[in-house]
């Protein structure tokens, strides 16, 4: 089996048996067959492979995927400095609200994010509950999963207190698929010990390869706990945490030091559905699509497709023009760290000046080659005026990949959400605030080297007298394209953390971590303020828009979600005391 996601469909009764039963803290229970009749090897795999299905940012009744989406394009891309919700004004105005920091707890995009989050933790936990039930089992095949099962409730745990600060944990000590007041637990602790709990087990657990793609090793089970070590790298006003950078960076070392992965050669390589699971791939969310099925297809990211064809559906998450900024380079082809959004990269005329070749990997904007589909326009943009020229990229698979199932922008191009050189840049992070300020210069080197390969610049094309046409030009580059590694040592610590942050978001833009990675860092307000007083003056919606410190860096907690955590009249949730 290549995919375990491409089996779900095989195993629709175990999805069936649990899709009313395990939406705690939400729905009440409608009726379940027992789990014992489940007790088997086959059946705790099919229950598992049920966790795995929450991954896609699918299988939540009364939802739409991208409220769910694991790739986080709403959560940490719109509302972040990265990207506008896009299409117009009046389409999911839940987003605009997010858009705008305007979070409400009756939002239904945070409440069915937080449905979809609690539904995988149950289907984690049942897993873990029907194992222990299970007795024709090799002792192998039981370690395994219970690795798996905790790997993903770590998972999903990390995501909910990603979203919230003060989220529940739910263990299979206290659930109970029978009983779901079992579920209803106070929110009363911080959750990242028992987190890191988990994905330590999965450590111990996991075998350093699997014989299936898709699911976890022991070395993505060590590089997501690395991340949560990471996002408590910090406090809330940006001071670090030296003891757990140090853990971290003990981790990150570990695997940089197994030479078990490495970058690919070209950017690009990252972003297509041929080239995915390669080597510098440590966990994907595994898509799959064929002529007849597109149930476990990448759904969430349907939207965030240009509006031409041939996707012609729906012109969200653009990417904003601080973004785009944020890619010119000086004469030396390096970042301009202070001054990138002094000046606007211009659209309606050929911009001339040096860029870094990632943005036109990252984003789609006038003159240059969509992918391998046609030279983008103003054609792609459903409303120009509302939310400017550029459109998203990265998600969107190439030609071959496209049309395959019902809906064309339904794919199989998975979402690479931990890739080694984001392993390498947190061991930079590291580097810098507890070790060698010139040990982080060499490892974002690493990763600007990579991008300066001419074999991965977007190449110029010509439109064609049709539409859809185009000539590529042999060996020359779609624009100025200019970047150099640091050569100088770096001696300030305040610059160097400066060029490494940046240097993340030139890397990750438009993969939904950049609202978390400002989180995480403490800085939040100061850089989203500064976003807004520049945007507002190009996107009119965003005039009353204000980042307020120490409330918007997390969601409130789901009314619908404290309303039913009654337990004898009274919610065992608590609201964030910011909201």
Sequence with gaps: MKNIIKIISSLIIVLVVFSCSDEFLT????????????????????????????????????????????????????????????????????QSFIEAYDFQAFNNHITNKWRGLFKGIARANDALNTLKKVEQISDEKRNRIIGEARFLRGFFH????????????ISDEVFDINDVESTKVPNDIEIWPLIEADFQDAINRLPEVQNQIGRPTKWAAMAFLAKAKMYQGWDANGNPNSAKLQEAKQLLDQIVNSNRFSLVDKFEDNFLVATRNNRESIFEIQYAINSANDQASNQGVGLAHPYTDPWGCCGFYQASQNLVNAYKTNSEGLPLLDSFNDSDVTWQTEFTGPLDPRLDHTLGRPGILFKDFKIHGTDFIRDLSYAGPYSSKKHVSEAAGFGVGGWGNLTANNYRIMRYSMILLWLAEAEVEIGSLERARELVNTIRRRAANPAGFVPKAIQGSNRNDYTIVPGQPAANYKISTYNSPWADKNTARKAVRFETRLEFAMEGHRFFDLQRWGVSAEVLNAYLNVEKTKRVYLSNAVFTKGKNEFYPIPIQAIDRSLKDGVPTLKQDPAY
Aim: net charge negative; hydrophobic share 30%.
């Design 27 to 94: 729905n009440e229970p409608q009726g379940q067959f027992s789990s014992s009749g489940l007790a088997t090897e086959e059946g705790v795999d099919g229950i598992l492979i049920g966790a795995y299905k929450m991954l896609s940012g699918t299988g939540l009744d009364g939802q739409a995927p991208w409220e769910n989406d694991v790739q986080n394009w709403v959560f940490g891309g719109i509302a972040s400095d990265d990207a506008y919700k896009g299409t117009d004004a009046g389409d999911q105005p839940e």
């Design 158 to 169: 990390m995501e909910a207190r990603k979203m919230w600060r003060n989220p529940p944990y």
